[in-house]
């Protein structure tokens, strides 16, 4: 295992995406996906579109089945993002990005933005997205589109097209130019989307809102991955809430 997580996240390293050879479990991303559509539902009666035409950004709650380990301590994936960010790294964004029929492509994009825009060099990494589809994605309804290494692209660039089945997990430099393209299915095409990075590091959207006793419950190495996370006494309600800092239209999925 040790030497598959190294390659993969070299690749990570090199081209800012990697996608992760097992899947989530079937039942597993069948309870996701069951709990997610009502809460989508409540959310469409509550906001309008927030990425775009037709395409909306979702905060997660931490409540079953969202919070299982299954989800945000994936040994495979804590090993790469390790191994590309130190042992310190925290859980900082739990959320969705999910385009409707009818959808457009996105602005081509990064995550957050360069920590230093006026430097010409690239600092090591320092966020990583972790994107989840809970249906299969296929040329139709909307695929998330990257540009494999760290440069703007330009016009004629062709980017690559994360069509893949439901549970599939993808790892991102949130700093790899990327974009959600139109959905021209029949359906929406949901994916969860979480953000690790180092310690020290701001994403610019709301932190997970997690019950204090909840966290504190929280099963080995939950402590320490959602140490920065919005302790709140009692269940916040599901949704879009406040977005944080002057970069605040940042995404961590499209």
């Known amino acids: 295992a040790g030497a598959d997580t190294e390659a993969l996240a070299q690749q990570l390293q090199e081209c800012g995406v990697v996608i992760l ?9 069948a309870e996701l996906r069951t ?9 469409l ?3 309008e579109p927030n990425r775009g035409t037709l395409r909306h950004q979702m905060y997660l709650p931490f409540e079953p089945p969202f919070s299982d380990p299954a989800l945000w301590a994936n040994p495979t994936v804590l090993e790469v993002v390790e191994r ?8 900082t964004y739990y959320g969705s990005d999910t385009p409707y029929p009818g959808s457009e492509h996105q602005p081509v994009h990064q995550d957050g933005g360069p920590l230093f825009p006026e430097w ?6 320092y966020c990583v997205a972790l994107n989840v589809p809970l249906v299969d994605v296929d040329e139709e309804n909307g695929p998330l589109e990257w540009f494999n290494g760290h440069d703007r692209p ?34 929406p095409r949901p994916m969860l989307a979480l953000l690790y990075n180092r310690d020290w590091y701001r994403f610019p959207l709301a932190r997970p809102a997690i019950e204090r006793s909840v966290y504190e419950r929280l099963p080995h190495p939950g402590l320490q991955l959602f140490r920065g996370a919005d302790l709140t006494p009692a269940r916040r309600p599901t949704g879009d809430r406040p977005r944080l800092g002057p970069n605040a239209q940042g995404s961590s999925g499209s």
């Open 21 to 29: 050879p097992e899947p989530l479990p079937a039942d597993f991303v």
């Open 35 to 43: 709990a997610f559509e009502p809460l989508l539902e409540q959310h």
């Open 45 to 47: 009666s509550q906001a």
């Open 84 to 91: 590309v960010l130190g042992p310190s790294f925290e859980c």
């Open 120 to 125: 010409d060099s690239r600092p090591p990494m």
């Open 154 to 187: 330009g016009p004629e660039a062709d980017p690559q097209r994360f069509t893949a089945p439901a549970g599939t997990v993808l790892l991102r430099d949130t700093r790899v130019w990327h974009r959600g393209s139109p959905n021209v299915g029949h359906g």
